[in-house]
């Protein structure tokens, strides 16, 4: 029989053993955390969207009273306007 090619094989099937191993090993000892991290992300998203909520109607009331208070006013007494009632706010 051919020696070598008897060596090789035997060594394919180490490696692969080796390696099937390796990945069991790996596997049995990975620590899934992302749980924690996913629910960090869930409370971040949830305070950017409310933020962003709170912002838009802010906008909508300091608008909406710079333009009763200031109906007839040109666009640049309008743009002073909304910028005093944002500074009130």
């Known amino acids: 029989m051919n020696k070598k090619s008897q ?4 060594l394919l099937v180490v490696i692969a053993m080796v390696l099937a ?4 090993y790996v596997m049995v000892t ?4 992302s749980g ?6 869930s409370q971040l ?3 950017v ?6 912002v838009k109607e802010q906008l909508k009331l300091i608008f ?3 333009l009763r208070v200031c109906q007839l006013c040109s666009a640049q007494q309008l743009k002073e306007e909304i910028i005093k ?5």
């Open 7 to 10: 060596i090789a094989t035997v």
């Open 36 to 41: 924690s991290q996913s629910k960090d992300l």
């Open 64 to 66: 909406n009273e710079s």
């Open 21 to 24: 191993l390796s990945a069991l």
């Open 45 to 47: 998203t949830f305070e």
């Open 85 to 89: 009632n944002s500074n009130i706010r």
């Open 49 to 54: 969207q409310l933020n962003s909520a709170y």
């Open 30 to 33: 990975f620590k899934d955390n």
